[in-house]
């Protein structure tokens, strides 16, 4: 319900809160201080006065009060849910405009006749209640500036807190990685400087070495021009070279006599790719084996010997003693019909067997005995054998056993076909073998073809000599006789 009041007591009511207000002014002191001073009571008001009871507006309407408590649930809700959206706080403040303009005019003049007093203090409690019950405008707006400067104040907080831990972060981040660049740096300067210094480093050894190697290359090549040159003009000043009297695989070989006293001579020419089998001598030095050799046989009677030798740049010089008249085996047996006689044959092989047994206690292994390395001396009645051809030859000793095969390949002995080994011994017998086969039958022997049968023996020959063929050419070496049992056998007694 409302009460209304009269003009009387507005004005006694305005007129108490002037008296009021003037009394409670402040005092100042001595020193500047306001100094508050008790207001005495006047006559009148010590009198009791009739106090009448001022009740708030409340709504003119049911759909007034309606929305009101409407309004007070919505903001109960929302305040304990979160804060509403725009759309519901728009339409809460227009439903509140709205009642608030109709309470307005249902009011009429009674609200427009209270005190100025009166309208103050009910407006601030209802700013008061608004707050409180998060309705009306004021509510709204002070909700939402409320609102609004926490939002910037965390969010401008949560920026700056967030900017300077990513500052941080960034900047230690950007200082590493500038660290690893200006390493990565540093260490590819550093290489390119060490691998500059050492290429010029190499490059200044590699010149010194290559000038010294030249220097020294040209002073030995000099040496060995001028040294090749003495000795050409020493070997043409000291023999003469005549007609070509053979050429092979491993050289050729001239005829030719010596300056001083007509000697007949053999002069050897080996190209230096050629020469197969090399000697290291007791000084070191490396020399060819035919060289070493037919040093160490020297003054033997079977080979013949080694006059001169001259070791240039590309080639091998050998001059050697040339029998005349002489020719090699196979030359021989030609000249007798492509075969000799036993008896021929018997006195050839003879010799022959002592030269090997020579050779072997001078631990020589010859390697390559053959009709083509023989030569038989004509000039008297009995034909008299020398050894030639030392190029494939070895320096033996006790129980070596050979890997390698150096001769005719038609005269491989069988334990080589077999088991790819081969001693100096039984090979030497194979081939004592051989040159009897080849001087008896005038057919050329072949390993493989007297393996498989297909060349025999002679029926029309002595049971000796066919027991000395068939012992010598035993496919079995251990069975194979020794050069000292194959000088005692019957046949060359």
């Avoid at 009269?6 to 201080?33: F, H, I, W, Y």
């Avoid at 809700?77 to 728009?90: A, F, L, N, T, Y």
């Avoid at 000395?468 to 046949?491: E, G, I, N, V, Y």
Wanted: hydrophobic residues 30%.
């Amino acid at each position: 319900m409302n009460t209304h009041r009269s003009p009387a007591v507005r004005k006694d009511r305005e007129s108490n809160n002037s008296m009021t207000q003037q009394n409670e002014l402040p005092a100042e002191d001595g020193r500047g201080r306001t100094k508050r001073t008790k207001r005495k009571a006047s006559s009148d008001e010590t009198s009791p006065r009739k106090r009448t009871k001022v009740s708030e507006p409340g709504p003119q309407n049911y759909h007034e009060e309606n929305l009101c408590s409407r309004l007070s649930e919505r903001n109960l809700r929302e305040d304990r849910e979160g804060q509403p959206s725009r759309k519901r706080k728009r339409i809460l403040y227009e439903d509140v405009k709205e009642s608030s303009s109709s309470s307005a005019d249902t009011s009429g003049e009674s609200s427009s006749n209270l005190s100025d007093s009166y309208n103050t203090s009910q407006d601030d409690a209802s700013k008061r209640k608004a707050i409180a019950a998060g309705a009306g405008p004021h509510g709204m707006r002070t909700r939402r500036s409320y609102l609004k400067v926490t939002r910037t104040e965390t969010k401008k907080e949560t920026v700056k807190v967030i900017t300077k831990a990513t500052k941080k972060e960034i900047i230690k981040e950007i200082k590493k990685e500038i660290k690893k660049e200006t390493k990565k740096k540093t260490i590819k300067e550093t290489k390119k400087e060490t691998i500059k210094e050492t290429v010029k480093e190499t490059k200044k050894g590699i010149t010194k070495e290559t000038t010294n190697k030249t220097v020294k290359q040209t002073i030995k090549e000099s040496k060995q021009d001028l040294r090749e040159d003495a000795l050409r003009d020493e070997f043409q000043a000291k023999y003469q070279q005549q007609d070509l009297l053979g050429a092979g695989g491993c050289g050729s070989v001239f005829a030719g006599y010596r300056r001083a006293d007509q000697l007949p001579v053999a002069i050897k020419y080996i190209p230096k790719d050629m020469v197969l089998c090399k000697h290291v001598d007791k000084n070191g030095k490396q020399l060819s084996v035919e060289v070493a050799i037919m040093m160490k046989l020297e003054g033997t009677s079977a080979p013949v010997s080694l006059l001169d030798w001259y070791d240039l740049d590309l080639e091998l010089v050998l001059v050697m003693e040339r029998p005349v008249p002489a020719i090699d085996l196979s030359d021989y047996i030609e000249v007798n019909g492509g075969s000799l006689s036993e008896e021929k044959a018997k006195i050839i092989l003879k010799q022959l067997v002592d030269a090997a047994k020579d050779l072997e206690e001078r631990h020589v292994f010859h390697r390559d005995i053959k009709v083509e390395n023989i030569l038989i001396e004509t000039g008297s009645d009995v034909p008299r054998v020398r050894l030639i051809d030392f190029g494939l030859g070895c320096f033996v000793k006790k129980g070596s056993l050979y890997r390698v095969f150096y001769g005719t390949t038609d005269h491989v002995p069988p334990e080589w076909k077999s088991h790819y080994t081969y001693r100096a011994g039984t090979s030497t017998v194979w081939q004592m073998g051989v040159v009897l086969f080849d001087s008896l039958h005038g057919v050329a022997f072949e390993t493989t073809k007297f393996l498989r049968k297909k060349l025999r023996i002679k029926n029309e020959l002595s049971k000796d000599c066919q027991d000395f063929l068939q012992s010598c050419l035993t496919k079995a070496p251990k069975q194979r006789p020794t050069l000292d049992q194959l000088r005692l056998h019957p046949w060359l007694n």
